[in-house]
């Protein structure tokens, strides 16, 4: 039997990797467009702020391991083009032009998600990156001589927030400029002002609200060009957002979702026969408002990917879909969330309450505390946990977990605030910041 | 109406603020045996670690406060000797040896636990401490003059190490020692092997094994004497563990439980007419075994005082019981669990199967991460989780919480193996320390 996979990262390789595991007698080969496989992509920020390391650091497992200790026949520089349903086959052509074709008992699409580049003037000129393949790092990274001292950010999302960072740590002063009014609109607005405040202190500039028209060079220096200003930049980033690279399954006839995502099952299987997709490609069913939706996130890849070689392998695994639970770091601040926020929650059918508290990371008199602002948000008609957001200095990254396993669990807001908590001085008040959230909320109710 | 409280800390301060919030006419009582109420007794021994601080910092509210802002009849200094329930009356003395009585309509014991004194010779000589109240704490801050050098600390506890740290950064050198062999015997080995690494690697010498026959004073030093060991000491701490001041509820007539804490149901009722109790001093009902339990823990305290609160004030409040989440930190560890370990869960009837393993506390190749050790048990025959304990540097604390929520939802497994949590690089790795357990344990089940 043989089992292709189209994408060498997160998903793809999982899955190519726990098929041979599963069944060392099936024959696992995988097309990879690019020279990489298997590597952090979420961790580029955080590299290219350190001058000192090299972006290949990144790499999990080198081909060479795949191939030689899995017996998994990699391919790359190999663009797999066309898939051909009732032929069971794929065609594609390589780094060096030659067309290749093969055929599979079963496929998997793990193409990934591209970054979104405007269509507008001058976004193909030198010194505008976007950051999603290691190669978009690598190219990225080494275009930082110590002459770079301007960047300017187009978005404002969790990446963007991530590489101003990562820029102000290098020395380079950082503008961030995006069309829609408002950082973060989807967190709540105590805690996004937080966050605006943190990058205000660490004199990221903000610009929201401020459409961009288009990129002009002169005098080698880039100017990003919006209706009423014009940013001075050494180098622009488009993080703007990314979309599912799933054109070749809906050439297919393989249906897509939210985002245009290839819709998958329970199972991750397509409407295709025998064809599967995992990873930022692909859907996935959130628990909480039971809607198929896309959040391109690293562990649904991975754990998509498993899931695809389990039930390639017979194993008949089911997962049960997600939380929508994420979590970023921004200078000095973690912010946390998981399940639906207020509007969120109403477009879900729901009649949902949104308590805001501000608590502390540490007992009281122990020093060293700092603020928790905790935005908690309850379904009034069935009493149900719906999300929960949060920004503090220390304890939120993990934190957010419990609520998420809530969320699993339908449990209630006041299920959840009876819940058993850790409690020593050093990490939390005795009432911990989300139990402090979920008795004020159950007031609301 | 009056409700006559027994005890001021937690549980009693607790519930005497919450009745007179519910019902402002409601007559609230309460006796303290001391003259300290509503402070953070977890917070002492971080407190005495810091010479520059008064232990008066953990007091969260003043005794002025209760009786002035929230018209609380506080009495001070006064211990109640006797319950008599046919009459609905207390008796007892005042701290100038006075006696006194009153009347009640509802009645709760919530008078804490008490340190565990060897009766044996030596344990009243001056430099000999307890623990437990802020009296207690004040008296031993005050105790450590700069010619303080040497204490020995009876116990390995969580209160023994977080004291023995606590006197090491006050320059004071440590030996542990207990009479059982084995530090920390209910965590799993390899997590206790680590908490003992850190220990040693902070100088701290530790005789597990070795009972205690007394204590002698010789030219101006303590001596702890065990049958093959003396240890010299300027300074000794009594922390061998508390027992619940259960003996008024006994003679009273009302029931007690496991370690003869007072028994309570889910309304925090005792067997007792109008009579409830809470806090250190009464039994709590463990979620996972189906038992009642005694655990006194400040959450538990804290939220037993609301609930009997709510129950005076006719609102019916019924809690769940717990799981057993604690955390402590001992130097550059944290150390937590929920739920049972393995003999645990043999005792409650399970038929448990438990994996230990190692992972980290950030992604692949981030820099800083530390080792994160878990232990993770399921029941074999039911595929539920039953408990989960952790040491590491970082991101321990509120880990815990998650499991700890999963246990009240009865979770499996294998659905704690397939939960979203938040992933990112400075946080953890892809695979949160806590999902490769579950992945490894569903292997063995």
Redo the contacts between chains.
Sequence with gaps: MKFIVIGGD?AGMSAASRAKRNMPELSVCVYEQTQDVSY?A??MP??IA?AGRQID??V?RKASVFREKQDIDLKLGHRVEKIDISNKAIKGKDSSGNAFSDNYDILLIATGASPIIPNLPGFDLPGIFALKSLEDGRKLKQFLRPEIKKAVILGMGYIALEMAESFHNRGISVSMIKHRPQLLPWLSSNLANRVQKELKAHDIQLYDGHPVAGIESTNNQLNVISKDLTLNADIVLTAIGVRPNSQIAKDAQIKTGPSDAILVDSKMATTGKDVFAAGDCASVMH?VSKKQTWIP???YA??GGWTVADNVCRKNKY??G????????VFGL?V?R?GLNMSEAKKAGFDPVEIVIQSRSR?????GAGKIDVSMVGDVSSGRLLGVQMVGEE?V?????????????K?SVE??S???????????P???P?LTAANQLLKKM
């Design positions: 997160a952090s979420c961790g955080y590299n350190d650091d990144l999990v628990n996130l690293a562990l991975n754990r997962i049960p997600v939380v929508g639970t994420a979590v970023f770091k973690q946390a998981t007992a009281h008199a122990h020093p304890g990254a993990h934190r957010i977990n419990a609520p998420a396993i809530a969320l699993h669990g449990m299920e959840f009876l819940a058993d908590f850790a409690y020593a001085p050093p990490f939390s005795v009432w911990d989300l």
